[in-house]
């Protein structure tokens, strides 16, 4: 039998083969270890679902404090431009016909008293008939040696002309009447610009029908919306200033007329309503503008946007009750001028603690342990 002689090199080398070979196991190389889920429990504390957790459990997460922020001395928001509804006026039919004529179409300026549209109603001329009947009837019982009632007569005429006023007629129309007809032209109650126009020659009409639309631009609205918290720092009278994406190089000047005695609960908002001079008629009905008013100084409630969740349709914040207890509580924001955080409209308060960061984690560890509890 031969005997094989090793080195001690390749006795060395073997040793170092046995060892890896011994140390070989099944799991693969570099695999990561999954990390541990986090012990969440849920409990009720006074009626109000809690979720139990540890924060050192979970990297990167921190809990941060709900702040005041002072507030400069300006109030902003948009708003749109609109008629003021004290400068509009319509032209309605007060009678049964057809139309005969049109002198106007949408967006010409009219003047006060300038002829409009003519409307065919015999309604017109029953009226002219009495109006005229009235008039010759009033004239020959005052006349002398008559013996008639001027009053009578006075009120008979003045009757039959308050029944052409009523249909529209001016009192220029109805003194330059000389005979019955059925065709009257109805006038500018106002002077502007066509803003609507529904009528179309030829057309039958019914006592009620609005005809054409009037609106001046010298004056227009804004309507704006403010948070509630902001509601003491506005009030009518105060002057501001609008900006629009169509004229961003020009100032328009007003003042807030109205405030809406209203409040939204959804968004806790209401309205303000400013009157805003506009030379030139360049702000039209419907642009948008940024306003801006000059007022004391405030304060807004913020939080780190990185503290929401936003869950199906509302965004919420995980708040510490308690070491380790956190409340999954709805709320209310805003936009906030500085970058990554968010202004509070209600559901938090100065002072509330909560999740901030690993939002997302919180989240979805509290849907999981309330699935499970359910």
Not at 138 to 158: E, N, R
Not at 272 to 286: A, E, F
Not at 299 to 320: G, K, R, S, T
């Amino acid at each position: 039998m031969r005997r094989l002689n090793f080195s001690p090199v390749a006795i060395a080398a073997l040793g170092a083969a046995l060892l890896i070979g011994g140390c070989h196991s099944d799991t693969p190389s570099g695999a990561a270890v999954p990390e541990a889920t986090p012990a969440v429990h849920l409990v009720r504390q006074q009626g109000v679902e809690l979720i139990q957790f540890n924060a050192s459990d979970i990297p990167g997460l921190s809990i941060v404090d709900v702040q005041n922020i002072e507030m400069p001395g300006l109030l902003e928001t948009s708003g749109q431009i609109t008629y003021d509804d004290r400068s509009t006026s319509t032209i309605i039919s007060r009678v049964q016909g057809r139309i005969e004529q049109t002198r106007v179409s949408l967006w010409d300026n009219v003047q006060r008293g300038e002829k409009i549209i003519a409307l065919y109603s015999p309604d017109f001329m029953t009226a002219e008939s009495e109006y005229l009947q009235a008039r010759d009837t009033s004239k020959l019982m005052t006349a002398p040696g008559v013996g008639g009632s001027s009053d009578f007569a006075g009120a008979l005429s003045l009757a039959a002309k308050r029944k052409l006023q009523f249909l529209g007629m001016t009192d220029a129309d109805i003194q330059a009447i000389k005979a019955p007809d059925p065709v009257v032209w109805m006038r500018a109650p106002i002077s502007g610009t066509v803003v609507d126009n529904k009528a179309q020659r030829g057309g039958a009409v019914n006592p009620g029908d609005v005809l054409f639309s009037l609106g001046t631009l010298n004056d227009v609205w804004i309507t704006g919306d403010i948070y509630e918290d902001d509601l003491s720092r506005v009030r009518v009278g105060q002057d501001l200033s609008a900006v629009t994406t169509a004229f961003p190089d020009e100032v328009f000047h007003g003042v807030i007329d109205h405030i809406s005695p209203n409040i939204d609960p959804t968004t806790h908002t209401l309205q303000i309503r400013c009157v805003v001079k506009n030379p030139g008629g360049k702000l039209k009905p419907q642009m948008l503008a940024k306003v801006t008013v000059v007022t004391r100084p405030g304060e807004a409630l913020v939080i780190p946007q990185d503290a929401l969740v936003f869950d199906i349709d509302n965004y919420y914040a995980f708040v510490e009750v308690s070491p380790g207890s956190f409340e999954h509580r709805k709320v209310t924001i805003a936009s906030w001028s500085k970058v990554g955080y968010a202004r509070v409209v209600s559901g938090l308060k100065a002072g509330d603690r909560v999740v901030g960061g690993e939002t997302l984690q919180i989240n979805a560890l509290w849907h999981q342990a309330h699935g499970e509890s359910s």
